[in-house]
């Protein structure tokens, strides 16, 4: 049955009322997760457990798809579901790198370094994911993200 709830959006002020059909809850990437069709949107979402409040089963019915798989949508504990997806390339210095070699299971470069690809399907998941490090990781490819990240700091800095 779908559900309906209270979701607290990442860097929203008011949370929303969303209407979903759950297909799973899965564990991944430090959170749990709803996995689910949402009213209103094209393919899956996934919903934060701990942004979610006052959640109501409801009469409607759904029939899940036939083609759902968990597996499908967890890679490497990681969720991610897109078309049309794009790489990111980012090195991580020293400082941070061995850190980072750790969480995803890599070995650390001859300098001291790592450099990883990402499946990139959203660019405002990869400014969020750049900048959370600071000057401790750089942007390879692709050359857009790069200057949005460039243009994201020159209007931070109000040049």
């Known amino acids: 049955r779908r559900v309906r709830f209270s979701y607290h959006k990442s860097g929203a002020d008011q949370a929303a009322t969303r209407v979903a059909a759950p297909l799973a809850?899965?564990?991944?990437?430090?959170?749990?997760?709803?996995?689910?069709?949402?009213?209103?949107?094209?393919?899956l979402r996934f919903f934060r457990l701990?942004?979610?409040?006052?959640?109501?089963?409801?009469?409607?019915?759904?029939?899940?798809?036939?083609?759902?798989?968990?597996?499908?949508?967890?890679?490497?504990?990681?969720?991610?579901?897109?078309?049309?997806?794009?790489m990111l390339r980012v090195r991580y210095s020293a400082r941070v790198a061995r850190w980072v070699a750790e969480r995803e299971g890599v070995p650390v470069d001859a300098d001291g370094t790592v450099t990883l690809e990402h499946p990139l399907a959203d660019p405002h998941w990869a400014l969020r994911h750049v900048l959370q490090y600071g000057p401790d990781a750089e942007v390879l490819e692709p050359a857009a993200v790069r200057e949005a990240i460039a243009a994201g700091l020159r209007e931070i800095l109000g040049e």
């Open 50 to 86: 701990d942004r979610m409040d006052e959640v109501q089963v409801t009469d409607d019915t759904f029939e899940p798809p036939a083609e759902f798989s968990v597996d499908a949508v967890l890679r490497e504990r990681k969720m991610f579901v897109a078309e049309g997806v794009g």
């Open 25 to 43: 809850v899965v564990y991944a990437e430090l959170s749990w997760y709803l996995v689910a069709l949402a009213d209103g949107a094209t393919g």
